[in-house]
């Protein structure tokens, strides 16, 4: 039983369960950029280049023959993934980058207003003085 205590104790840190959400999100964010390269960006990148889809770009190195398929190099579906990846890539970027700029703002803030001390501060900071005059 002890075990199986400390596994809950280690899968219900704050931590893990913030790591499973972002990945989570992750994915489905991963899928919407995969959606809007293809479907959205490369479409007018192929019009520019004269009518080509890039996801059917492809060398052929031996052609089918009888029951064996035809070896490809897809390299119009890797230029696709590198566009993902480098959307995928700014996105997180400017994503850090603003929470970055708002955490300094805060920090900021914070540092900027005063200190004020609490009564109990004030009262103890006066008797503290008293003493020291009558000394």
Do not use: C, H
Request: aromatic content about 8%; glycine content about 6%; overall charge neutral.
């Amino acid at each position: 039983m002890k075990w199986l205590s400390e596994f809950k104790q280690f899968a219900m840190r704050g931590n893990v369960v913030d790591m499973a959400v972002g990945i989570i999100i992750g994915a489905a964010f991963g899928k919407i950029v995969s959606s809007l390269v293809s479907d959205v960006i490369m479409p007018p990148i192929g019009v520019l280049l004269g009518g080509v889809d890039f996801s059917d770009l492809s060398f052929t190195l031996k052609q089918a023959t009888g029951d064996e398929p035809a070896v490809v190099i897809s390299y119009g579906k890797f230029i696709q993934t590198v566009l993902d990846f480098i959307i995928i890539a700014f996105s997180i970027f400017a994503l850090v980058k603003a929470m970055n700029t708002l955490k300094s703002k805060t920090d900021k803030a914070k540092e900027a207003a005063p200190v004020v001390p609490s009564k109990e501060e004030q009262l103890l900071t006066e008797i503290r003085d008293l003493l020291k005059e009558k000394k």
